[in-house]
């Protein structure tokens, strides 16, 4: 029996951490380091502009003003300029976006704004009326649908907004006017 507890207590010895001598230290040494970038900025350029057009009594319609410029009437609204065709001042919305040269970044902008609206006769609020299909074109990715950009070598990326702007059938004169925020960090 006494040679069972002898190797007990040899097995629990080896099981245990070694102890430092009384006095014994040690060091380690790591590092810290960090890269400091240019900041990213995006600045507004131009605002998303659907121009001046009328919106029939009996018919709800829409405009579509694409992120290349191009204007589609649908329904019951139409241009109201002489000739019926594109009206000055319809564009999309442009964002300059500058930080380090050759860095990618991530875009985030909404799918869906609110105008409101300042009645024309009289003054007073106007029904807010809905913004989307939000379509996004960044000069860095011609031709593609990303939401990821890339900065040239001067730090720089161009970006254009269009959108859809729906009108219900007897929407009042009014001027509306919405808040179309975009975001952009670096990937």
Known sequence: MQRATILAVGASMLASPALAATGQSAAA??????????????VSLNDLDFGSLTASRTASGSVTVGSDGSTIYAGGAAPACAGGGTCAGIAPARFLVSGEAERSYTLSAPSTITATGTLISGGGSAPDLVIDALSVHLA???GTTT????LDTNGEDRISVGGRLTVPAGTAPAHYRATLTIMVTYS
């Open 29 to 42: 040494q790591g590092h810290a380091q960090a890269v400091i970038v240019e900041p990213i900025v995006a």
């Open 140 to 142: 860095s990715h011609a």
């Open 147 to 150: 939401n990821i950009g890339q």
